[in-house]
Nanobody, 126 residues
Framework: VQLQASGGGLVQAGGSLRLSCAAS????????KGWFRQAAGKEREFVAATRWSGSTLKYADSVKGRFTISRDNAKNTVYLQMNSLKPEDTAVYYC????????????????????WGQGTLVTVSS
């Protein structure tokens, strides 16, 4: 499975961006999809995740109410709509996927994901 993330860029604080992550090659193995991010000098952290049906969602507390994860299974794509962006949202954003139907308690743990995209940089200026 290959994951291709796109949509990053430079935006002012308060602005919006939408990230996309397209999967190819064995997409039946991308039951749970998530977004993680890593800021310079910091560890990778969980952002949001969704299971196949889209009915099970999980968000990091830091992005609740501002970010929305969604997926279009027909297009094998997962999206991350980011609104009200803050400078602290600046990071490289990675999409990830696994064939497992992760439960809520494991959706935020990157070790459960088998496939990772290359990352897309989001920079939020103050």
């Amino acid at each position: 499975v290959q994951l291709q993330a796109s949509g990053g860029g430079l935006v002012q604080a308060g602005g919006s961006l939408r990230l996309s992550c397209a999967a190819s090659g064995g997409t039946s193995r991308t039951y749970t999809k998530g977004w993680f991010r890593q800021a310079a000098g910091k560890e990778r952290e969980f952002v949001a995740a969704t299971r196949w049906s889209g009915s099970t969602l999980k968000y990091a507390d830091s992005v609740k109410g501002r970010f929305t994860i969604s997926r279009d299974n027909a297009k094998n794509t997962v999206y991350l709509q980011m609104n009200s962006l803050k400078p602290e949202d600046t990071a490289v954003y990675y999409c990830a996927a696994t064939s497992r139907g992760l439960i809520l308690s494991t959706m935020s743990d990157g070790t459960w994901y088998d496939y990772w995209g290359q990352g897309t940089l989001v920079t939020v200026s103050s």
